[in-house]
Structure formats: C-alpha cells, structure tokens
C-alpha cells in the first residue's frame, strides 16, 4: 500500500512541474546555438562590406583606371610629337635632296647635250628593279636605317657632282679656251687716241716707243676686261697710275692703267666683258683714257691683231 501511495504521489507532482522541465540541455545543443550568432554576425558584416566598402574600393579602381588611361594619352601624345619631329627632318633632308639633284640633272643635261650622249636621259629616272624582300625589322630601326641611307645618298651626290664639274671642266675647254682668248676693246664706248709704235713723249716731245694703245673717253666709263683671266696686280704703279693686269694664260697678259677707280682685286677670276675699273687720268696721263696693253711671257706686243679679233 505504501508503494502505490508513493507512485501516485510522483504522478501527481510531474503533472503540476513546468513545461521545459522536459526539455533537454546538452552540449550540442549549445555548440548549436553560438553557431547560429556567428552566422548572424557573418551576414551583418557582409551585408555593411557590400553597401559601404565595396564602394570605395570600386572608386579607387576607377581612379586607378583613369589614371592609367591618362598616362596612355600623355605616351600617345608624345609618340605623335617624336613622329612630326622626324617626319620634318626626313622632309628637310628630301628638299636637300632635290635640290642637289636638280643642280646635278641641269648639269648632266648639259653635258649630255654638249658631248651629244643620247643614252643618258637626264629627265627621267634610270630604271631599277629586282624581288620584293622582307627586312624582318621594326618600324623604328626602319626609320634609322632610312636616315642613314639618306644621309650616305648626300654624301654619295656630293661626290658625283664634283666629278660632273671636273668633267664639265674637262669636256668645255674649248668654250673657256675661247672665253680665255683676248679679243675687242677695253670700252664701250671712246675712240683710239694713240697706236702701238714710236711717238712723241706728250710731256717732253721726245721721239719714244709706246707700248701699248690708247683709249680715250669720259671720266668715270667703264674699262673692261677684253678676255677671261685672273687679276695678278690691282693698284698703283709708277708711270701707269692706277692699274690692273690680267694673266690669261699661256704666257698672255692685258694691262689697263691710268684708272680713277680699281673695281677688282688681286686674285679675283675675270670673266670676259667684266668692268674692272673705271676710266681716269692718274699717272702719266693728259686725260681720262685707257692705256691698254698686251704682253706676251712679259713683254709688250701690238695689241692691234687682238683688238680687232
């Protein structure tokens, strides 16, 4: 009887215990639960990294951006800069060029003419030819090489225009033979006032040899030079006032003194019909004129045959 009193009175006192009094804590459960609040944690934290960090870093990434496309521009402009710069050399060089081959095909065109050599066509360009080959190098070593081979071009077109000029020189000697030679009168215009021969001293009456023929004319005309030549005295000297000769070659000089003005100097090169002074009355003279003479190996002969050439 007593142990049935004692179970009742159990059951009655689990019937009036609290509702969790059934529910139990272990350690899983536990580990469960603090699981749960990190996860909460997690998710806040990313959902505050994606609204206000991310942001940031997407607006330095496009400053990053921006300024690499910046300094992009800055290497593109001064690319640009560095290929105008050479496109004006290279156009210099090509306006060097053609000027120097200008001044050669004028050259070459004349001595083809004078020389009657049909074959050489100085107008047109000399044909040239061969297989397309590829250089296997970059653009801007292509650039170099081109600048140099222009510049070996130059010098190569220095080279053939002295050697067209030495035979420009060569093949028209006969034209400078020509020019050379001593022809006409040292005036334009005057008349002949004293021959080649003996005459009588105008300062003492004397019967004298004059060496030379007289121009005369008005102060101030010009005197020429009767042939082409290098001048080898311009100044005064004693009896002839002021004088100029002329060394023509081939043993031939003119003289032509008693000038009131010198228009050349020693070592000039006379072309024929150049003015090379000015009529005066210097030296030994009773008026403006010429006293005009020609010596052959240095000594005084008539001018007589040259000026009527």
């Known amino acids: 009887m007593s142990v049935t009193s004692n179970e009742s009175s159990n059951q009655a006192n689990s019937k009036t215990s609290s509702p969790f009094s059934s529910i139990t804590i272990n350690s899983k459960t536990v580990l469960g639960f603090v699981a749960f ?3 909460l944690v997690g998710l806040s934290a990313y959902l505050t990294y994606d609204h206000y960090v991310s942001p ?16 992009q521009q800055t290497q593109v402009d001064s690319l640009k800069q560095q290929t105008s710069a050479q496109l004006q050399v290279l156009a210099q060089r090509m306006g060097t060029l053609t000027a120097r081959m200008n001044r050669i095909d004028a050259l070459g065109e004349r001595l083809a003419k004078t020389a009657d050599y049909n074959e050489f066509n100085f107008g047109q360009l000399p044909a040239v030819g061969g297989p397309e080959q590829y250089s296997g190098i970059s653009q801007s070593s292509e650039l170099i090489a081109l600048l140099s081979q ?39 215009k005057g008349w002949l006032s004293s021959l080649y021969g003996m005459r009588n001293d105008p300062f003492n009456g004397k019967l004298t040899m004059h060496k030379g023929v007289d121009f005369a004319g008005t102060d ?54 150049e003015v090379i002074a000015l009529m005066g009355n210097t ?20 001018p007589r045959k040259y000026i009527y050439r």
């Open 150 to 188: 222009m510049d070996a071009l130059v010098e190569h077109i220095d080279s053939q225009q002295a050697q067209l000029t030495l035979l420009e020189t060569v093949m028209l000697n006969h034209e400078i033979h020509e020019d050379s030679l001593i022809a006409g009168r040292p005036i334009n």
């Open 220 to 273: 101030g005309d010009d005197v020429m030079a009767t042939g082409a030549g290098v001048v080898t005295w311009s100044g005064r000297r004693y009896g002839y006032g002021l004088l100029v000769e002329i060394d023509h070659g081939a043993g031939l000089k003119t003289r032509y003194a008693h000038a009131k003005e010198l228009k050349v100097n020693v070592g000039d090169v006379i072309s024929k019909g």
């Open 56 to 71: 940031a870093l997407l607006s330095n990434s496009i400053s990053q951006k921006s300024e690499f496309l910046s300094n």
């Open 37 to 39: 609040q990190f996860a």
């Open 283 to 302: 030296g030994r003279s009773t008026g403006a004129h010429v006293h005009y003479e020609v010596l052959n190996k240095d000594k005084q002969i008539n």
